[in-house]
């Protein structure tokens, strides 16, 4: 069935520092490509989201790219701050009527002071 | 708007109960789904739904029911609890499905 790796599972950069965490997936039919955040004891809320259309997206610090050959795409985060210390999940799916999504198994990221 | 919301928040069940976990959304989403994330992990698919009437398995459906009636409503049953299904059960929504997903607040559940 479909999957998606992600790395690394636990990430710690210093903060003003980038972090940057890849995901891999294996539906070559995927088109839809969103990053979830999860603080410790809350709901996961939506970041950023790509598809297959663009190689490349951003909003402020954060920034994803696709590469739709390597089957692969990342999310970079620049000049890290205390409140970036989250869980954060890459997810895969179809743009179709019935599509499901599949995350990866998520990356806890740190900030150092 | 409220978004989604679930009840309960937390419960604990004795091995070969049952319950029913509660979804509502108020944005006349579409779309509603049920995962499971179990401690340290991510979230894995139970069920889902694409319109009232209209349900479908996940990853992960085995020990697990649901039905949708209507649009705001999503509920997860769990028949005969076992260890294994010690989770946190997330429901979410969208207005179709390769879109934003928007999250509960989720429930704690131990099964002892």
């Known amino acids: 069935g479909e999957n998606v790796e992600q790395h690394p599972s636990t990430l710690s950069v210093q903060e003003g520092d980038s972090a940057v965490i890849k995901c891999t997936y294996s539906?070559?039919?995927?088109?839809?490509f969103p990053w979830y955040k999860q603080e410790l004891g809350k709901r996961p809320q939506l970041i950023i989201d790509i598809r297959s259309n663009v190689g490349e997206k951003k909003d402020q610090r954060i920034a994803v790219t696709l590469n739709k050959t390597a089957k692969h795409f990342s999310l970079h985060i620049t000049e890290t701050q205390p409140e970036d210390s989250a869980v954060y999940f890459c997810?895969?799916?179809?743009?179709?009527?019935?599509?499901?999504?599949?995350f990866g198994s998520g990356t806890r990221l740190s900030i150092r002071p | 708007n409220a978004g989604v919301t679930q009840t309960p928040k937390f419960r604990i069940l004795k091995i070969g109960q049952s319950m029913t976990l509660q979804c509502t959304q108020d944005m006349n989403h579409n779309y509603m789904y049920w995962y499971r994330q179990d401690p340290g992990m991510g979230l894995k698919l139970i069920y889902y739904s694409v319109g009232a009437g209209i349900t479908d398995k996940g990853e992960v459906p085995n020990g697990y029911n649901v039905s949708r009636s209507t649009t705001e409503d999503f509920p997860l049953r769990l028949e005969l609890a076992a260890p294994s299904q010690t989770s946190v059960y997330f429901c979410?929504?969208?207005?179709?499905?390769?879109?934003?997903?928007?999250f509960g607040p989720g429930t704690r559940l131990t099964v002892l």
């Open positions: 979410a929504s969208s207005i179709q499905g390769p879109n934003e997903q928007f």
């Open positions: 539906d070559s039919a995927s088109n839809y």
């Open positions: 997810a895969a799916s179809r743009y179709s009527s019935a599509s499901k999504i599949i």
